[in-house]
């Protein structure tokens, strides 16, 4: 029985026949770039998230880079981001001029922690510096803690970017988490909840200066038309054939989500050992992008890794690095951040897709609970 990490191939054989019509339609009409299929897709991304607009992009990294640059930020301002996420939440800042300010997260939701952007603000702000904007990570695909960060925000007059490349489709108290900050991003990469063939992104906000930005900003900074460049922009668009990849996955969306929650679920109910499981939370719909195990040790999970590999049951580690602890970033600012490395040290992502049978999740469990 072959089980992978993160299995793309059944979905594939729903879709495959539809997408092989849809993509010959675009090689036949040549429209590959900003085709219909990608003012559609836009349409119905709005509409499902409930953001005003939605503008799609080349891919994750560029969203948030695109949001950072919608907000029209003053050079050398702070963005107070978490340590414990991918690194494309980070190499964005200062790609824009500005300066990240790391953060630590919680140890059982994995995300950004309140008090510590709280302690953060204050201490920028006592230094004489400003700060910018917050962006939250929605990690594994569970959303942060909305409320008290958009209260923050308001607060201190800061922009809210939240990076939910890992959380399209999940909710914060009934809301779809692409509705609720200032501005939103999410990736299309091949692996995530809501996937393309390559690469993609998009920024939601329901703020129309943002979004007139935003989509200046992906098209080498154009007015009028891409001849008028108003602004220093990107090259960053989504293209034709990836739109109609989404367009098609889209139809099985909600139906896939279900299906996330009910191996999560079925993942918490089979394994004995609760300790290391995931936590649940009331009012929050996670996207189940990964699911992650917290080990109590590095050696217990090296330990469980290598068991598991044994029986051709693969594992992954998001993330073995914080951003504080990389070299590229050692210069810039950072809150201590003890959780971050003890997460670090622990976490470990089971095999997770909408499609995995109830006999690949029993071999999985079975060997967990056999190491333990």
Known sequence: MSINLLDLSEQSKIIKKNLLLAI????????????????????????????????????????????????????NQYIICPSFTFIATAEVIPRMGLIPYFVDVEKDSFNISITQIKEAIQKILN??????????????????????????????????????????????????????????????????????????GAIFTSNEKYANIARSLAVHGKGDNKYDNVRIGFNSRLDTIQAAVLLE???????????RQKVADTYSQLINHKVILPKFYSGLLSAWA??????????????????????????????????????????????????????????????????????QIQKITDS?????
């Open 24 to 75: 010959e339609d675009i090689i036949d009409s040549t429209d590959f770039i900003q085709g219909k299929q990608v003012q559609e897709l836009e349409k119905i991304l709005e509409s499902y998230t409930g953001a005003t607009h939605c503008i799609t992009c080349g891919n994750g990294t560029d969203a948030l880079q695109i949001a950072l640059g919608a907000a029209e930020l003053e050079p």
């Open 127 to 200: 230094d004489g510096g400003s700060v910018g904007a917050i962006i939250s990570v929605d990690l594994y695909g569970l959303p942060a803690d909305y409320s008290s960060i958009s209260a923050l925000a308001k607060e201190n007059n800061i922009i809210f970017i939240s990076d939910c490349a890992q959380s399209f489709g999940a909710k914060f108290q009934s809301m779809s988490v692409c509705s609720l900050p200032d501005i939103a991003t999410t990736s299309f990469f091949p692996t995530k909840p809501l996937g393309c063939y390559g690469d993609g």
């Open 249 to 259: 996955k889209f139809k099985l969306f909600d139906a896939e989500l279900e299906m």
């Open 290 to 359: 990964q699911y992650t195990l917290r080990l109590e040790s590095a050696q217990e999970r090296a330990q469980l890794q290598k068991f598991l590999s044994l029986s051709q049951i693969p594992t992954g580690i998001y993330y073995p690095k914080p951003m504080h602890a990389q070299l590229a970033y050692s210069d810039f600012p950072m809150s201590p951040s003890p959780i971050s490395d003890y997460l670090a040290d622990r976490v470990l992502s089971l095999p997770m897709s909408p499609y995995l049978s109830d006999q």
């Open 368 to 372: 967990i609970n056999e190491f333990f």
